[in-house]
T-cell receptor, first 117, second 111 residues
Framework: GAGVSQSPSNKVTEKGKDVELRCDPI?????LYWYRQSLGQGLEFLIY????????KSGLPSDRFSAERTGGSVSTLTIQRTQQEDSAVYLC???????????????FGPGTRLTVT | SQQGEEDPQALSIQEGENATMNCSYK?????LQWYRQNSGRGLVHLIL?????REKHSGRLRVTLDTSKKSSSLLITASRAADTASYFC???????????FGKGTKLTVNP
């Protein structure tokens, strides 16, 4: 079946512009996660959704970052007034459910490489 | 602070050799996962070990977990050139949904 898809795969934008990154999770996956990976670094958690709600927004780096999910499916990560330090690969993952104490595998998309010039 | 820290940062071996990567973490966890990443893009889940498990196998992969030392190891036996990738450990703490990743070990398997 189809995996997690993300678009665009690459995005080059000028400093100060807004960008929208899209994630299509695996059908039926209720949990959706956004991460950011800077060059040569590990993944930095940004936000997760259970259904359409985002109980934990603590990972968002600043108020320029926002995310929404509609219909329990597609999610959009928006970065306003982009800065050069926002340049990174933005990865989306989905899973069948929340981890709780059990743990669910997260399925990752290929990522969006954002370059802010 | 970084929860998972992989060691070594980079590892280069010959095909057929075994590769061992280690991960240390700071706080109590309910499970630990290992992921592989090729070419800096999407991650692939390899194996999950729960806090009440000590060892788990999957094909050529063997993962151990020592909660008293807050450490885990990933062993890849009989490595292949296709195993060349970065390997990350990730931990989930308590009731948190946040998966905290280390910076990874970059493995190169030379043919």
């Amino acid at each position: 079946g189809a995996g997690v898809s993300q678009s665009p795969s690459n995005k080059v934008t000028e400093k100060g512009k807004d960008v929208e990154l899209r994630c299509d999770p695996i059908s039926g996956h209720t949990a959706l996660y956004w991460y950011r990976q800077s060059l040569g670094q590990g993944l930095e958690f940004l936000i997760y959704f259970q259904g359409n709600s985002a109980p934990d927004k603590s990972g968002l780096p600043s108020d320029r970052f926002s995310a929404e999910r509609t219909g329990g499916s597609v999610s959009t990560l928006t970065i306003q007034r982009t800065q050069q330090e926002d340049s990174a690969v933005y990865l989306c993952a989905s899973s069948l459910g929340l981890a709780g104490a059990g743990g669910y595998e997260q399925y990752f998309g290929p990522g969006t490489r954002l370059t802010v010039t | 602070s970084q929860q998972g820290e992989e060691d070594p940062q980079a590892l280069s071996i010959q095909e057929g050799e075994n590769a061992t990567m280690n991960c240390s973490y700071k706080t109590s966890i309910n499970n630990l996962q290992w992921y592989r990443q090729n070419s800096g893009r999407g991650l692939v889940h390899l194996i999950l070990i729960r806090s009440n498990e000590r060892e788990k196998h999957s094909g050529r992969l063997r993962v151990t977990l020592d909660t008293s030392k807050k450490s885990s190891s990933l062993l890849i036996t009989a490595s292949r050139a296709a195993d060349t990738a970065s390997y990350f450990c990730a931990t989930r703490q308590g009731g948190s949904e946040k998966l905290v990743f280390g910076k990874g070990t970059k493995l190169t398997v030379n043919p």
